[in-house]
């Protein structure tokens, strides 16, 4: 053996003692070294010791920028020098659009009219897709009034390209008290990818793809994939198609493949076959809030194997990279079905309507229009039990409680187009004994490979910007089903928010059952109402721009009157934490289920520093936002701790 040899079976060895046997991504074995730390000791690991219990020797809230307890401008420095220089300091991208040094109407005008329909907004270090829980700060806009401020937007952005970032910012996070966030894609409805006062560690640029064609982890064997938590959808796809495999990935082309999406669960085309993305880990490497690089799976750091499995985002860790299960390429077929209810002939409510099928069928007596729903509703079991989801809309129109769109995309893997339409046939002999001639729409439903060729171009991916999204949703269960009596009940409860809260309707039939989810998916954190669900239903509302605190409050319990319908007919079930309700009653056990003590312990065992923090998820109860105006969820404001111990 040589001395290089010698040098790297050593450094083989020493890995393997921390725990990191080997399969690190590349960009993974760039770590922190404690030649690093004794130059610069604010970027010092964690000691054993926990820190004080009792509250009163903690300071109340995080750091804050230009308080006495925030770093000086020379600590600042040095952090940045031991990034080499990766330290941003971005501004709100909409800062073209106001008075001052910044303004630049050529570039305002690029924002507002065409930055959404390319990769603009997704590839920003702070920017995030829903805007009002970074305190509605900043908009892009051509006309607009005020002035541009930071508002919920984090302070200084890490854009890490390595293990080392990653485990220098949480050292040097948590050793100044200082807010951290994480941002990945910026795509969550509940603000947990911005925070003020933050330095936030920007996960974009860790996208690195490794393709394992035979992978042996406990029962599992067979193809498998590396990736950094960085990759988009988009990507993921493509990596699909030049590999030949079918990997479970979101519906979404721009959301992270395994940031928050997998964090909570993550839903797909294949959920009814393959389970959720939280279900496809095999391995998962992190950074945990103490700075060391983690690798979690059955065997080592279970506990954590467990919790990054569904069990909340930005809580345990920042993820690095997952290695996910693979499958032989599968096609699937599609259908469509529009039902339209009286529409308005204006063209801009018209384009709410925009086929998903060029057939639109018109139901115009609104009463036989909801039996037609109901019938489709009913169905929706059949639809998952055959491993199928499906994705409906349904808008009202004007307000007047007669105007209607619903639209549905049924999509069914792994079978032909004549499976398909046996499976769909008695959907429609039922709607025809019912007096409704829709036609099963066999046109559309063309087999096509899960992974398609058409996406390699990222600024055609978007067509999208910003927006003020809300979502209430509950994932009602099978038992939810099991009768008319209580299915007329529960759609009863779907039909009255629409009809007389006049709420768009986002409806998901899904079933990621334990024994869809498989090995090792069904011993993961996911919600356990995920495992008995039909439906995931929503009720999405976009947030008006300049409502005040108490507008946003009384928004707010309009719509909570309607949703406690749906909880009422669904006693113990629980929601979808990435499409929920930043403001959900009992949130621990509507997102986390029975697995909350659980989930709280690791936290506190894993971060009893509160270095990670985001609303809604386990330990969180212990921080609280001061938003500057009140606002309802908004980041906008100090962390604080609350003085609850419930962890
Ligand atoms: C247009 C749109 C379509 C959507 N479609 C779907 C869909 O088809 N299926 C579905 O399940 N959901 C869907 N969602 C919801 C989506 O899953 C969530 O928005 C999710 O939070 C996105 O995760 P991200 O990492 O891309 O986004 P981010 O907003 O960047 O991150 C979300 C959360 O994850 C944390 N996080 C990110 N990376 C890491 C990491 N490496 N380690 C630890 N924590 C991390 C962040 O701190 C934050 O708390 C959609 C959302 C949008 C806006
Ligand atoms: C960090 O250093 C790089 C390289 O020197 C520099 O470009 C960047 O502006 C610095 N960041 C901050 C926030 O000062
Ligand atoms: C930008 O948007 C404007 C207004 O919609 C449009 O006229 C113009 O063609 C767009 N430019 C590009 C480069 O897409
Ligand atoms: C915007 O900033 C200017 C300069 O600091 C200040 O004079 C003005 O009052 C601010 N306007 C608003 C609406 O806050
Ligand atoms: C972040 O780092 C990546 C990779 O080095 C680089 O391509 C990108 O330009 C950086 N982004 C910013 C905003 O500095
Ligand atoms: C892709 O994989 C399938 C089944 O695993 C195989 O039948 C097919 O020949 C492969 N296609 C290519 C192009 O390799
Ligand atoms: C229903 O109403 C729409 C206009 O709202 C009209 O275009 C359509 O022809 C009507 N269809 C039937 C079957 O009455
Ligand atoms: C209800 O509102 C829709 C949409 O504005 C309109 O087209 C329709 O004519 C209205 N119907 C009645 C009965 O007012
Ligand atoms: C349906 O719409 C698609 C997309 O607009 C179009 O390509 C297709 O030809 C249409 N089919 C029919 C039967 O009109
Ligand atoms: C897909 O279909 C084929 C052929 O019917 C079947 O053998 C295979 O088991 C199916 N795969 C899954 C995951 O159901
Ligand atoms: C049903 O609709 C189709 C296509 O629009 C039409 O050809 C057929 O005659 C209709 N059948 C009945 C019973 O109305
Ligand atoms: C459920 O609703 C349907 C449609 O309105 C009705 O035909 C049926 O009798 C109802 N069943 C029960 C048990 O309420």
């Not at 020493?14 to 993974?28: C, H, P």
């Not at 974009?204 to 990736?227: D, E, T, V, W």
Request: net charge neutral.
């Amino acid at each position: 053996m040589g001395a290089q040899q010698l040098l790297r079976a050593a450094a083989l060895c020493i890995a393997s003692l921390a725990g990191i046997a080997n399969g690190a991504l590349d960009f993974e074995s760039v770590q922190l070294q404690d030649k690093d730390v004794s130059a610069f000791s604010a970027e010092e690991f964690a000691k054993g010791d926990p820190p004080p219990q009792s509250s009163d020797k903690l300071p109340l809230c995080k750091a804050w920028p230009g308080n006495a307890d925030w770093p000086s401008a020379v600590e600042w420095r040095r952090f940045n020098a031991s990034l080499d220089g990766a330290l941003l300091q971005p501004d709100p991208p909409g800062e073209v659009c106001y008075q001052g040094p910044d303004y630049n109407a050529a570039k305002c005008a690029y924002l507002v009219n065409n930055a959404s329909s390319n990769h603009y907004y997704i590839d920003d270090p702070i920017n995030v897709l829903t805007q009002w829980p970074e305190g509605n700060t900043c908009l892009p806009g051509l006309n607009v009034v005020g002035n541009c401020t930071r508002g919920g937007f984090p302070y200084y952005v890490v854009n890490a390209t390595t293990v080392k970032h990653v485990q220098a910012t949480i050292n040097f996070a948590r050793n100044n008290n200082i807010r951290l966030i994480i941002k990945n894609t910026g795509h969550d409805f509940g603000g947990r990818s911005v925070g003020a006062g933050s330095i936030s560690i920007w996960t974009h640029h860790l996208n690195a793809f490794k393709f394992l064609p035979s992978y042996k982890r406990g029962n599992y064997y067979g193809p498998a994939a590396h990736f950094g938590s960085g990759l988009e959808q988009y990507e993921l796809f493509n990596q699909m198609f030049l590999n030949n495999v079918t990997m479970v990935g979101a519906g979404f082309r721009t959301i992270g493949a395994n940031g928050g999406w997998f964090a909570s669960g993550g839903h797909g085309n294949l959920a009814s076959l393959y389970g959720l993305g939280a279900d496809q880990a095999l391995e998962i490497h992190a950074v945990t809030a103490d700075g060391r690089y983690v690798v979690a799976n059955e065997d080592q750091n279970s506990d954590l194997f467990f919790a990054f499995r569904g069990g909340g985002p930005s809580t345990y860790g920042v993820v690095t990279s997952v290695i996910v299960k693979a499958y032989p390429p599968i096609t699937t077929v599609q259908s469509y079905l529009s039902i339209a209810c009286n529409p308005p002939p204006d063209t801009n409510a018209r384009a709410t309507l925009a086929p998903l099928s060029n057939v639109t069928n018109y139901v115009n007596d609104t009463s036989r229009f909801w039996d037609a729903l109901q019938i489709y509703f009913k169905y929706k079991q059949t639809i998952v039990d055959a491993h199928g989801v499906d994705w409906d809309y349904l808008y009202p129109l004007g307000n007047n409680r007669t105007s209607y769109s619903f639209r549905v995309r049924t999509t069914f893997p792994n079978v032909t187009t004549t499976q398909a339409i046996a499976l769909l046939q008695p959907l429609y002999t039922q709607f025809a004994a019912h007096g409704f001639n829709f036609t099963l729409n066999t046109e559309e439903m063309v087999p096509q490979p899960y992974a398609g060729t058409s996406v390699t171009n990222p600024a055609t991916l978007s067509s999208l910007g910003l927006t003020q999204t809300r979502y209430r949703s509950r994932l009602l269960p099978r038992k939810n089903w099991a009768s008319d009596t209580v299915f007329n009940q529960t759609f009863a409860a779907i039909r009255n928010s629409v009809e007389n809260g006049q709420y768009t309707l986002h409806g998901l039939g899904y079933g990621p059952s334990n024994e869809v989810a498989g090995y090792p998916g069904r011993t993961g954190a996911v919600n356990p109402a995920w495992r008995e669900a039909v439906l995931h239903i929503a009720l999405v509302t976009s947030q008006p721009i300049g409502l005040t605190a108490a507008q946003a409050r009384d928004e707010e319990s309009r719509i909570q009157g309607y949703f406690q319908a749906w909880k009422d007919v669904s006693p113990g079930a629980g929601a979808y934490m990435n499409e929920g309700d930043p403001g959900e009653a009992n949130w621990q056990q509507s997102f986390y289920g029975s697995h909350y003590p659980k989930l709280a312990a690791i936290k506190k065992k894993r971060d009893p520093w509160g270095v990670f923090w985001a609303t809604t998820t386990p330990g969180s109860e212990a921080w609280e936002v001061k938003s500057v105006d009140g606002y309802p969820h908004s980041q906008n404001g100090r962390l604080c701790r609350t003085g609850v111990k419930r962890i």
